[in-house]
């Protein structure tokens, strides 16, 4: 399953500031919000018979939530390519 590992008991320790743990991270939220997106259309669609641009369009909030964790993942994967420095700053709120 979806399961980012943060805990000591964690073979890989990779710490919040590191591109590595950034770049799981980014790909884990993404992965989430994606997951709950198409399960929230096929709810709407299949269990309560809605067509389905109406239940699209009462998930705009989940989708535009995805399409920006889809955006940070990106720019996480582009940045790390081009080695720039200080990505981890961009992506604290």
């Known amino acids: 399953g979806d399961k980012l590992r943060t805990s000591f008991l964690a073979f890989n320790m990779d710490t919040v500031d590191d591109l590595a743990f950034l770049l799981k991270a980014v790909k884990f939220r993404e992965r989430v919000l994606q997951r709950g997106l ?36 990106v720019l996480s994967v582009v940045w790390n390519q081009a080695g720039v420095s200080g990505v981890g700053l961009v992506f604290r709120t």
Not at 42 to 60: G, Q, R
């Open 38 to 73: 198409v399960a929230r259309i096929y709810y709407k669609v299949k269990t309560k018979k809605e067509d389905f641009f109406h239940a699209w369009n009462s998930c705009l909030h989940h989708v535009a939530s995805l399409s920006l964790a889809h955006t940070h993942r």
